[in-house]
């Protein structure tokens, strides 16, 4: 069986781009079989043969419950790349979504920001300390790590506002 | 919180789908076959809906049979008459449909 192993970064606030670059690669034959950090591996199918989806879910929240719900509707688990799972599915067996409403697609974007904050609040304050009690310390990087992640809170709030919108009207 | 409110679509489905007990796959297949394929919940959404109407009160999870990872769930009395009152509020909105928009072929 033909396999390649790709290495890939992908902001988390980038997570639809990542999923349109494997839905691509599962459209052109490439589906995914693992993934790593970073790290994405692929074997040959017949062309279109999967649809790739990805989630934002934490280790605590994937309970045998969501995972024999996933396999009864025909989705197979891929594998986790840390706070995020991978799961593949034949399209002959049906489309394949993760999210059917707004609701839940906004919830699932809530998360992720979530996350980020934390991250974020907790590089400004390490950042803010060491650069003024530490000098020559690194704590520049911190600062900037604390930038780049208000710039992502930023762009997901931006689709998150694009759904709210659209949520005043339909579900 | 006002008790007129209208449900959504998914939620509406998810509690008429337990008026008999099902597994959480159950429900998905209902859903479908009572909406005749327009009606899909997807598994994120309906494993958040189920989690969150437990909360609520208007479904209970049945004890699990030895072992297994499915759980089951049921309507409690709080959700049948919610959804009593959900469908008295459709009832109103298609009569109001009708007259209106079908006022000219009557």
């Not at chain 1, 980038?14 to 993934?35: H, S």
């Not at chain 1, 197979?76 to 034949?90: A, D, E, F, P, S």
């Not at chain 2, 008999?20 to 859903?31: L, R």
């Amino acid at each position: 069986m033909e396999r390649k192993t790709l290495r890939k970064w992908f902001w988390a606030w980038n997570f639809d781009k990542e999923e349109e670059w494997l839905e691509e690669m599962a459209r052109n034959g490439w589906t995914l079989d693992g993934v790593g950090f970073c790290t994405y591996h692929f074997i040959r199918t017949e062309p279109g043969e999967y649809s790739v989806r990805l989630q934002y879910l934490p280790i605590a929240e994937e309970s045998g419950e969501y995972s024999s719900l996933m396999e009864e509707s025909g989705a197979q688990r891929v594998g986790r790349m840390v706070q995020w799972v991978y799961y593949r599915k034949k399209t002959v067996d049906g489309s394949f979504e993760l999210f059917s409403d707004l609701d839940s697609r906004i919830m699932h974007l809530d998360k992720i920001s979530r996350l980020m904050l934390i991250i974020a609040i907790l590089n400004l304050v390490i950042g803010v300390i060491n650069s003024f009690h530490t000098p020559g310390s690194l704590g520049w990087v911190n600062l900037v790590l604390a930038s780049l992640l208000t710039y992502g809170l930023g762009r997901i709030h931006g689709k998150k506002e694009a759904l709210e919108k659209e949520r005043r009207f339909r579900e | 919180m006002n008790e007129s409110m209208a449900l959504t679509e998914s939620t509406y489905y998810i509690l008429l789908s337990l008026y008999t007990p099902q597994h959480g796959y159950g429900i998905m297949q209902k859903t479908e076959q009572m909406s005749e394929g327009r009606v899909r919940l997807a598994a994120g959404t309906l494993y958040g809906a189920l989690n969150a109407l437990c909360d609520k009160g208007w479904i209970i999870q049945l004890p699990v049979a030895d072992g297994s990872r499915k759980k089951e769930y049921k309507l409690t009395e709080k959700g049948l008459k919610v959804l009593s009152t959900e469908l008295e509020r459709l009832r109103q909105l298609v009569a109001n449909g009708d007259s209106v928009l079908n006022k000219e072929e009557a």
